[in-house]
């Protein structure tokens, strides 16, 4: 894997998101994600699996510089991909868990809700899903998967404004289980592991899928007209020009 650097621990695995200093989400990321999460789901020697990033950024989203560049049938297939790997991720019945090493907006946002628990280091960090302010239309399986984890209405709030959130305003959200130190994150990953692999193995994964079983069914029916929107929409002149004032800003 090219995008992804794994450490196997006793019971499971650390997967460290290691593409740049910051970790953008692109299509070889997406796959090898899906790839991974398909391949411990399937091995019985693998119990868990914690996904981590680097000092200061978990993940910063969407790769909007290569996105830039897709014609409208590579953004018809990142798309995919990526309600894919959410699947994936979602449908995965192992422990799964978020260590989150710093920034984590956006696409880094919707890896660390498809996970079981997520902790996340103290700091001038944000989290959050602001889609909306870069000219995304959010599904609605977005929407069903944040509020999962934070209520009907302040994912609703939440994804309207586009809000990025602090550790700490995240946690008392309820979008965060700890907040510590960044030195401790992977510790406190690891310990939660450890707790959840203590459990009786078959017990815990039919457990965690009854519990999934509706963000599951959402994320097997695409909605096509959605995906249709907001492809048409992306190459729009109002959503180019946004774009083209965020890639300016990432490239200053």
């Known amino acids: 894997m090219q995008t992804i650097q794994l450490t196997h621990k006793e019971g499971y695995t650390i997967a460290q998101l290691n593409r740049g200093k910051a970790n953008p989400i692109n ?34 989203g969407l790769d909007l510089l290569e ?7 590579e953004m018809q297939l990142f798309w995919k991909n990526f309600t894919g ?56 399986h977005i929407h069903s998967l944040y509020a999962f984890w934070i209520g009907e209405r302040n994912a609703y709030q939440n994804l309207m404004e586009g809000k990025l959130m602090s550790p700490q305003e ?6 965060l289980d700890a907040v510590v130190p960044l030195p401790e994150v992977l510790s406190k990953a690891e310990e939660k592991m450890r707790q959840y692999l203590a459990f ?22 695409p909605d096509e007209e959605t995906f249709a929107a907001t492809i048409d929409h992306w190459f729009s002149a109002e959503v ?13």
């Open 85 to 140: 790997m959410m699947l994936e991720l979602v449908k995965f019945p192992k422990p799964l868990i978020a260590a989150i090493s710093g920034h984590s907006p956006a696409g880094g946002c919707v890896l660390a809700v498809c996970c079981d628990y997520r902790v996340m280091a103290e700091g001038n960090y944000k989290i959050g899903l602001n889609e909306v302010p870069v000219g995304i239309i959010v599904p609605k």
């Open 27 to 60: 299509l070889q990321m997406i796959q090898e994600i899906s790839e991974l999460a398909q391949h411990i789901a399937n091995d019985s020697t693998v119990k868990g699996l914690i996904l981590t990033g680097k000092e200061g950024y978990f993940s910063a």
């Open 170 to 175: 995240a946690q008392q959200m309820q979008l």
């Open 200 to 221: 009786d193995s078959f017990t815990w994964q039919r457990t965690k899928l009854n519990l999934r079983r509706e963000l599951i069914k959402q994320l097997q029916i």
């Open 67 to 73: 996105m830039s560049r897709y014609n409208k049938a």
């Open 240 to 252: 180019q020009g946004i774009l083209g004032n965020i890639l300016n800003s990432l490239k200053k």
